[in-house]
């Protein structure tokens, strides 16, 4: 057996340090009468990317705006660091250091990456002026360690690439101390090199012991990344398993046929391939 192999699969972590950081317990929200969220329940641990999938109207947005603060649940029940809690909004969200990053990012196009970093909480000196300086550096600090490569600080946010564009919104998160990340189909609008540097922000992220809801409809996007799946259909869950005890084609069974590995019949299987 290869120990150290075995070792980066399994980190031998303290029992106390595996507390989810977040648990969604039996969540619904209805609309009018359909059941777009149907009694689901979906956990989150601190350096872990849980992948949500499932296809178009299963019910990833609706769930995970219960917890970024956009739509509360009708009922269910939400616990951060195992107390539960109440989140009427995103500020509340925040509060519980749950923050969501959208697709459309939520960026000021004409500033800076350090203007947007700090966007509404500027750092001001002693005698009430902003304190650019400080501010640049910050951010300096914050996006080279998470993104090496982004070199564009000087310029307005709207000339900077997809890829780069997300780390300045996922840089703004980290700073202000976000433990659990929500990404609902953060490379949907990138191309392939964008996405690839998206891929590097959510490994490194993961490495500074976040907690990453990860959600795609479809599960090439998320597969790579996830450590865990869990697999949405017409509202319920269907499962969640882990990324390494699964293939791509039982995934698929999951969020096609709502069939939990296994369960599958050969014929159902030919139909995957
Ligand atoms: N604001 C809304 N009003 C009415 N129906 C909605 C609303 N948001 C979502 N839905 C419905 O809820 C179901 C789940 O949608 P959604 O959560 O967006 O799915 P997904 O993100 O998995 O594609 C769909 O049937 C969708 O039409
Ligand atoms: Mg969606």
Redesign the pocket.
């Known amino acids: 057996m290869d120990v150290t192999q075995t070792a980066a699969v399994a980190p031998a972590t303290p029992v106390e340090e595996r507390r989810p950081l977040v648990e969604m317990r039996d969540i619904r929200v209805s609309?009018?009468g359909?059941h777009?969220?149907d009694g689901v329940s979906v956990d989150l641990y601190p350096g872990e990317v849980v992948g949500l999938v499932?296809?178009?109207?299963?019910?990833?947005?609706?769930?995970i705006?219960t917890l970024s603060g956009a739509?509360p649940a009708d009922s269910g029940q939400i616990l951060v660091n195992g107390e539960p809690v109440t989140i009427h909004n995103p500020r509340d969200a925040r509060a519980y250091g749950i923050e969501t990053i959208y697709q459309t990012l939520a960026l000021a196009d004409n500033l800076d990456a350090a203007a947007n970093l700090f966007l509404g909480r500027e750092l001001r000196t002693r005698t009430g002026a902003l304190d650019d300086v400080a501010m640049e550096a910050a951010t300096r600090g914050v996006i080279s360690r998470l993104n090496p490569r982004f070199k564009n600080f000087k310029v307005p946010v709207k000339s900077l690439s997809g890829g780069q564009r997300q780390s300045v919104a996922i840089a703004r998160a980290v700073h202000f101390d976000a433990r659990i990340l929500i990404m609902?189909e953060p490379t949907a609008a990138l191309g392939p090199a964008e996405t690839a540097q998206v891929r590097d922000l959510i490994t490194q992220l993961k490495r500074e012991g976040l907690g990453i809801f990860l959600?795609s409809?479809d599960i090439h996007d998320v597969f790579d990344l996830a450590d865990r799946i869990s697999v949405?259909l017409q509202?319920k869950l269907v499962g969640t398993v882990d990324k390494d005890a699964v293939t791509k084609d039982e995934v698929l069974g999951m969020i096609i046929m709502g069939k939990l590995p296994g369960a599958l019949t050969s014929q159902e299987e030919e139909q995957l391939h």
């Open positions: 609309f009018g359909v777009a969220v499932g296809g178009n109207g299963a019910g990833k947005s609706t769930l705006r739509r609902d959600i409809h949405m509202g």
